[in-house]
């Protein structure tokens, strides 16, 4: 993946002339391809729909190394201005909607009121994983004629480039190359400021742009998931041990009939491996009915999501690390078993003989209670970071509010007049659906996955720098809607149309960066095409709304500008709708989408979702992350105090005889719960501490997904570390329970 580098370190879209540029000039690439979305419309009998597409340069499946399955990928005559409408349709599209007909190809569909014909059915194993919806893609067809006119779509920044490396160049030699060309200029390829590449680019492997954002995540599950195996192979291994004790005099006879302990030694091999195996086939049932959760709980984001399943290479991993944990779970349990001289076991009780056992399994529960502390810990971290991160102020009014996207299509909206007045049409039929208190429409909605920045220029800036701000085009009564407070001046309103002053609301950040203790009304501005137009009016600041959080609650990109939408310099095809309701808002739907349809019923509606929805979905990744190491965390605590119980119980059947000679002495029962709770808490105590050295190493790989807390938050550690003592306590006292009850005669005649 390739990146125009911005001034800050940022990732910016290219220009379509830069592409140009690089697959001229380049020489370590093999193919360069670049792409947008695109959002055709295709009508049905009974709604329309909207399919997700791209429109891409030529090579896009080339430099993606996947040719069309049926019929034939792009090429350059397909790929010029104003060429031929052709189409290559993805594999789910054309079993859905065509069949699976192989007649298709060279077929006309109709899409946006044009006739397109089919080239080519991409393969059902491609996954498109720079855009996984996509269902359809036609060529870019950008004028490469005009790279002297500054003021075209051809030098906006708006296109995502990936590149295929040649054979033999590595990542380093690319991006050598690519900062060459960026520093060397050459009169065949003039660039505009603000595609100077004065500040090179950022490249990166297709695996770490896709897979980034969710790896830091998907590391801790894997970690957690390690944790909670470690802990189980433990309490396995501390049961084995047992076990062995008390077979000890077995052993004894078997060696002294003549086994050699080489054999004996493969016999308990040989059952631990038969458990274990025994153990990851029920593990293979469960996960078949786990993993399916796992994927509904998973947050969209998580790339290739819908590849998560359990299959015959899970099958196989899941056998091999079986068959490890069993051979190496099972070996020191063997290794103790024949330590010392077996042959001393024929005149020993196993009771007796088990205490040799006790130092090696309390071992292994104070490492229990170690890494479940590490594990209680990350998830009351996660829990305590979520809890501050949903307590932000979004900006806005969440509750009550419905929002879904609607797309105008066709030719007779060719013109910004048709799509203004379709809008403004579907508008008003929406706000006389009953329920409904307030609606709006704006060209982006916050925290719904939308970003559109355009540049911003203060005329009180010497320097002439533009700015970037996020830009909303909006309905007078967009504020009033989703309830975002005015700080000072006014707010856009209905004499804010075309032919009048342009008007423009900013957010407050914006403008206490840009006007420190100054007043910010009246300021002249001019924002996106009118930017390095003396002919374009300015325009002026009438007021100072609060900050919205657009792309996540965690991330501060508030520097935004509002502008009514007839004001702004074309209508936008694709607005989203926000409704208030005075009930319940997503019962209102339905309603809403037949007042649209009732102007104009082959207009796709899609996003339909409520504003409480889309601020759960943007934090969805921590959510995730919380659930599973909440699980894993019970699962430890569950396993850790059973080990606890385990040893204890274990130590007081085999020390039933001392029990009863302390009691005949005259120590109270009293003295025996505290004798035994005693020796449960050490480990305990000693597992926490060690624990804690665990917990401070394992939470600083959680801080990307920690907020507004640090990975050594004092309270989270105190809670847990309250937790753990409590459950061992609880899992100490039914053994000492136990060990008070003991009647001193029956002990004394125990053997």
Known sequence: ???????????????????????????????????????????????????????????????????????????????????????????????????????IIGRQVRLDDDNYTVIGVMPRTFDNVLAPSVDVWMPLQYDTGNIASEQTREWGHHLRMVGRLRAGVNMSQARSDLDLIAHTRVP???????????????????????????????????????????????NVTNLLLARGALRRGEFSVRAAL????????????????????FGGALGMVVAQISVHALVVLSPPELPRVNAIRVDGTVFAFVLGITAVVGLVVGLI???????????????????????????????LVVAEVAIALVLLVSAGLLLRSLGRLFAIDPGFDASHVLTMQVQESGHRFDTDRARDQFFTQALEAVQQVPGV??????????LSGDFDSFGVQFESD?????????????????????????????????HDVMGAPLALVLSESFTKRKFPNQDPLGRRVRIGPDIGRP??????????????????????????FYTSTTQWSWVDHVQSLVIRTSGDAAGLGPAIRQAIWSVDKNQPIVRVATMNSLLARSEAERHFVLILFEAFGLAALVLAATGIYGVLSGTVTERIREIGLRSALGATRADILTLVVRQGMSMAGIGVAIGLTGAVIASR???????????????????????????????????????????????????
């Open 188 to 234: 065949e390829y003039p660039r505009p400021d603000w595609a100077s590449l004065d500040q090179g680019f950022i490249t990166s492997s297709l695996q770490d742009d896709v897979a980034g954002g969710v790896k830091p995540a998907l590391l801790a599950v894997l970690g957690a998931v390690i944790l909670v195996l470690l802990i189980a192979c433990v």
């Open 701 to 751: 790989s959680l801080i990307t997904l920690l907020f507004g807390i640090s990975s050594l938050d004092p309270f989270t550690y105190v809670a847990v570390i309250a937790l753990l003592i409590a459950v061992s306590m609880i899992a100490c006292a039914v053994p000492a329970w136990r060990a008070a009850k003991v009647d001193p005669m029956v002990a004394l005649r125990y053997e």
């Open 437 to 446: 208190a307030a609606a709006a429409l704006t060209s982006q909605l916050p």
């Open 258 to 277: 003549g086994a050699p302990r080489a054999r004996l030694v493969r016999q308990l091999l040989t059952e631990s491996f038969l458990v274990a195996m």
């Open 333 to 363: 349990p063997a290794l103790h078993a024949f330590r010392g001289d077996l042959h001393v076991g024929v005149q020993q009780s196993s009771g007796r003989t088990a205490g040799g056992h006790q130092a090696t399994r309390r071992t």
């Open 462 to 494: 010497r320097s002439s720098n533009t700015e970037a701000g996020l830009r909303y085009a909006v309905s007078p009564d967009y504020f009033q809607t989703m309830r975002i407070p005015l700080r000072r001046g006014r707010l856009l309103d209905k």
């Open 1 to 103: 993946m390739i990146w125009y580098a911005g001034e800050d370190g940022s990732r910016i879209p290219q220009t379509f002339h830069t592409y140009r540029e690089l697959a001229e000039r380049s020489r370590s690439l093999e193919a360069i391809a670049v792409m947008k979305p695109w959002q055709p419309s295709l009508t049905g009998a009974d709604h329309p729909e909207r399919l997700d597409g791209q429109r891409v340069s030529a090579n896009y499946f080339h430099a993606l190394g996947v040719p069309p399955a049926l019929g034939r990928d792009f090429q350059p005559s397909d790929d010029v201005y104003n060429g031929p409408k052709v189409a290559i349709l993805g594999n789910g599209l054309w079993q859905r909607i065509f069949a699976s007909d192989r007649s």
């Open 535 to 560: 002919d374009r009016p300015w325009g002026t600041i009438v007021g100072i709304v609060g900050d919205v959080k657009q792309t996540s609650l965690a991330l501060t990109d508030s520097d935004a």
